[in-house]
């Protein structure tokens, strides 16, 4: 009687002892199939939200109608809070060109830059400084101006005319014999709105660029690309 008592009970220690093991198993496997589902839920939601990007490729081809040759041109880009410079150079200067013929300064100035943005505020805009160098290496401001970069994809041939400050009749006075002549406190009265319009200015020369643009994932905010 207590044999069979005895078998009894190991019969049933081995039946819980092998339903433990599978529930062991069972959960385990579980937790390690756990962070796969995260990873791959992560990665789609990922994919879901792509950043927007923007590539420019061009030239600063040169500048024609100032009162004289041997110029050179600083530039640089603007941009919102929102953009952010993932490749390139956002600022730069040309070389000096002396054209023996004609009144175009040819500079060939390369820009390449690769921007990514999570919204269409603050849309790049190209601001430009024309200087004169004279035989003595003096340089004397000729213009300023500014464009806006295009939002269309494809290849761009721009045209962005340059202004200078008038001064004073004084100013102009000391510019006919010494030279130089009014400029900017800050560049940024280049491309910003109300304090750059109650400036007294006199119009320069014409600056030449060619943008080649790339868009991407600008779709989701109503840009075709």
Not at 40 to 62: C, D, F, V, W, Y
Not at 118 to 140: E, I, T
Not at 154 to 182: I, K, N, S, Y
Request: glycine share 10%; charged share 15%; proline share 4%.
């Amino acid at each position: 009687m207590r044999t069979h008592q005895s078998l009894k009970s190991n019969e049933t220690l081995r039946r819980l002892f092998l339903f433990a093991c599978s529930e062991t198993q069972a959960l385990a496997a579980r937790w390690q199939h756990k962070p796969c589902q995260t990873k791959n839920i992560h990665k789609q939601s990922t994919r879901k939200t792509p950043m927007a990007e923007l590539h420019i490729i061009g030239q600063i081809i040169g500048a024609t109608g100032f009162p004289q040759n041997s110029l050179f041109c600083k530039w640089g880009v603007h941009t919102g809070g929102a953009w952010r410079l993932l490749s390139g150079l956002k600022e730069g200067q040309t070389q000096v060109d002396m054209p023996q013929t004609g009144d175009m300064a040819y500079w060939s100035h390369p820009i390449d830059l690769h921007y990514t943005t999570k919204g269409l505020q603050g849309w790049p805009k190209l601001h430009l400084q024309v200087w004169h160098q004279d035989s003595f290496g003096r340089c004397q401001l000729y213009g300023y101006g500014y464009i806006h970069v295009p939002s269309s994809a494809g290849q761009h041939r721009l045209q962005c005319v340059t202004w200078r400050p008038l001064g004073t009749w004084q100013d102009q006075l000391a510019e006919m014999f010494v030279g130089g002549g009014p400029q900017l406190r800050s560049p940024d009265l280049i491309y910003s709105g109300a304090d750059r319009y109650r400036l007294h200015t006199v119009g320069m020369g014409t600056v030449e660029l060619e943008l080649c643009v790339i868009l991407r994932h600008f779709d989701r905010y109503g840009v075709e690309s």
